[in-house]
């Protein structure tokens, strides 16, 4: 951190990113500002996290503070006391337009610059304790997998589906969801971010099933697509065509490839195959902390993936009316290709 | 909304806040941004919510609008084809200090004015529907209270007990809860955020359970704190302190009346009862699509409140390492006076 800032030609940095702060510090509360310099590190934030900040941030070396007044004056009053020349950096997407102006009126006359997300990249790649954090969340979700197909069945209701595996999540010691379950089955199958919902599966019917878990603060994220009943032959091709497509991108995924080139590589395949129009999300994104975080897998992405990297593969195929089929899998980018940490199947499971 | 923009002189509005384009709207998506101005109104989402946004916005008589590339120049065409003279007004605090730089260069040479967050003060004040979805998901959260009594055993463990009562929510109808669950026994009921944790209960504690239900996209949010086993004459003394001090805040709340006097009467109450140091935080907040909403009830607070606000009620008192004693109800301001929504008894409850 401390040489980003350097190459920046920061003397103190602002992290205002609460996944930031807590990778930087073990903290988990809900609100802190971290105040970050050569000579001293403070975790600012409020009197309900007096305990819990000192408990949680001692192990990295950070000082805790108790902030009672107005935070930026706070904030300001801490750089001041470093008593530094040159400028102070924020995350300049990560604070509000109006935040920005009155910490930057606060901090005067030291001057306040607009920075990128400089930890963010720090978090792209893992470390073998974050690592083994992912897996475990990601084993947590696939033994979701296999349990959803005992609970779908012609009348099982979406969000009641999605509520038995979640329980069995939190019974394999995940404390909850990593955002909001997606189970959409036949028509809603359509709409790539379909909640789940009141509807009824129905026999014949695709259900995209989009889950993930949080253990430890480490996110997990997959999506299974099954048929209830016999599928017909549209449905298996559509899945076919879908699989196809993740499998090539995924060969691609290597240290040193360009992000764009994975997204290319499926997206080209589908395009192929005639349903390009009906593919218009990113192919995957990186995963850790937050469940989307950098690199992004999409065709504008400027990110070059590099071991250590978890991200997640994700194609789909959309058809407005008739439904959908969106396979995703994650995968630990190795120097010499790549590790599935998820594994869906090869072809359509008929439930 | 049209009548906020003309006030501030502003004739087309960006709105960026999902909650509040929820409630202009009907939009339950996860990315979206409103575009509002006398003459049209346009939401405009991406690919993935083409079909749910068509569905859920027509009835509110707006229009849809997918975005295909970035985001920023999308806003500025369809701003552009408004051909109006006058500024562009975004709420200053929902856009990041990046994002509002983008929009603002994209606008070009219309201007682009930061305001506040016009559509939150419209929030406050409750509708009749609205209401009714609140007082459902208060009534649904008052029924897992009592619901957590066959829980709270010697033995049991925190995160267990949060998960039966959410399972009782969910069984009732919630979309889920409305923030993570709270519930800190013994020295952690000193942390006003004890989220839930590993932690058994033991006989003789108090058990602190701050929770919340989400319904049809409305909040409600509640804090009940219980002793298990015989309470101690300290325990029954810290509950009857917060008790009055809630009571002496209720009985203030009607029309007209200032938030800031609100929160003054409990902390009042506490300071004279030997403990405002213990009580560190605001006595209350707003509620409704968000679980935290204005009006503020803090010291500083420069809100009024009217009828047909919806506020909790929440003081607290922390002794580090003894323990903690909240408690919060959902009241609703009327002409004169109020209405209690959810009721938290009188006296510590032993269970």
Same mark, same amino acid.
């Given at each position: 951190?401390? =040489?980003?800032?350097?190459?920046? %030609?920061?003397?103190?940095?602002?992290?205002?990113?609460?996944?930031?702060?807590?990778? =930087?510090?073990?903290? @988990?509360?809900?609100?802190?500002?971290?105040?970050?310099?050569?000579?001293?590190?403070?975790?600012?934030?409020?009197? +309900?996290?007096?305990?819990?900040?000192?408990?949680?941030?001692? /192990?990295?070396?950070?000082?805790?503070?108790?902030?009672?007044?107005?935070?930026?004056?706070?904030?300001? @009053?801490?750089?001041?006391?470093?008593?530094? !020349?040159?400028?102070?950096?924020?995350?300049?997407?990560?604070?509000?337009?109006?935040?920005?102006?009155?910490?930057?009126?606060? =901090?005067?006359?030291?001057?306040?610059?607009?920075? $990128?997300?400089?930890?963010? $990249?720090? +978090?792209?790649?893992?470390?073998?304790?974050?690592?083994?954090?992912?897996? /475990?969340?990601?084993?947590?979700?696939?033994?979701?997998?296999?349990?959803?197909?005992?609970? =779908?069945?012609?009348?099982?209701?979406?969000?009641?589906?999605? %509520?038995?595996?979640?329980?069995?999540?939190?019974?394999?010691?995940?404390?909850?969801?990593?955002?909001?379950?997606?189970?959409?089955?036949?028509?809603?199958?359509?709409?790539?971010?379909?909640?789940?919902?009141?509807?009824?599966?129905?026999?014949?019917?695709?259900?995209?099933? *989009?889950?993930?878990?949080?253990?430890?603060?480490?996110?997990? *994220?997959? @999506?299974?697509?099954?048929?209830?009943?016999?599928? !017909?032959?549209?449905?298996?091709?559509?899945? %076919?065509?879908?699989?196809?497509?993740?499998?090539?991108?995924?060969?691609?995924?290597? *240290?040193?490839?360009?992000?764009?080139?994975?997204?290319?590589?499926?997206?080209?395949?589908?395009?192929?195959?005639?349903?390009?129009?009906?593919?218009?999300?990113?192919?995957?994104?990186?995963?850790?902390?937050?469940?989307?975080?950098? $690199?992004?897998?999409?065709? /504008?992405?400027? *990110?070059?993936?590099?071991?250590?990297?978890?991200?997640?593969?994700?194609?789909?195929?959309?058809?407005?009316?008739?439904?959908?089929?969106?396979?995703?899998?994650?995968?630990?980018?190795? /120097?010499?290709?790549?590790?599935?940490? @998820?594994?869906? $199947?090869?072809?359509?499971?008929?439930?």
């Amino acid at each position: 951190m401390l =040489l980003a800032m350097r190459r920046r %030609r920061i003397k103190v940095f602002v992290e205002t990113g609460l996944e930031n702060i807590r990778y =930087l510090t073990g903290f @988990t509360g809900s609100s802190a500002f971290l105040i970050m310099s050569e000579k001293k590190s403070t975790l600012l934030t409020d009197s +309900r996290y007096t305990s819990q900040a000192r408990e949680e941030v001692k /192990k990295h070396g950070f000082t805790v503070k108790i902030y009672k007044k107005e935070v930026f004056s706070a904030i300001a @009053t801490e750089i001041k006391k470093l008593s530094f !020349t040159g400028s102070v950096g924020v995350d300049g997407s990560a604070m509000s337009y109006v935040a920005f102006g009155k910490l930057k009126a606060a =901090l005067k006359p030291i001057r306040l610059r607009a920075l $990128p997300n400089i930890t963010g $990249p720090l +978090r792209m790649v893992k470390e073998g304790a974050e690592l083994e954090l992912i897996k /475990k969340a990601a084993s947590i979700l696939e033994g979701g997998f296999r349990r959803a197909r005992r609970f =779908l069945r012609p009348g099982a209701v979406e969000r009641v589906v999605a %509520r038995k595996v979640e329980d069995y999540f939190v019974s394999r010691g995940a404390e909850g969801v990593s955002f909001e379950s997606i189970v959409a089955s036949g028509h809603r199958g359509a709409l790539p971010h379909g909640k789940a919902s009141e509807k009824e599966i129905q026999r014949g019917e695709l259900v995209v099933m *989009d889950m993930g878990v949080s253990y430890k603060g480490y996110c997990s *994220d997959g @999506t299974r697509t099954f048929a209830v009943g016999k599928a !017909t032959a549209l449905q298996k091709k559509i899945y %076919r065509i879908v699989k196809e497509a993740q499998l090539s991108a995924i060969e691609k995924i290597s *240290d040193g490839v360009s992000a764009s080139s994975v997204d290319s590589a499926a997206r080209t395949h589908i395009r192929k195959a005639g349903y390009g129009k009906y593919f218009g999300h990113g192919t995957g994104h990186g995963i850790g902390l937050a469940v989307h975080e950098g $690199p992004g897998l999409g065709p /504008k992405s400027t *990110d070059v993936l590099t071991e250590g990297m978890v991200v997640t593969v994700e194609p789909g195929i959309y058809l407005p009316d008739w439904g959908g089929v969106r396979i995703e899998d994650m995968v630990l980018v190795k /120097k010499e290709g790549c590790e599935l940490i @998820t594994n869906s $199947p090869e072809k359509l499971l008929c439930i």
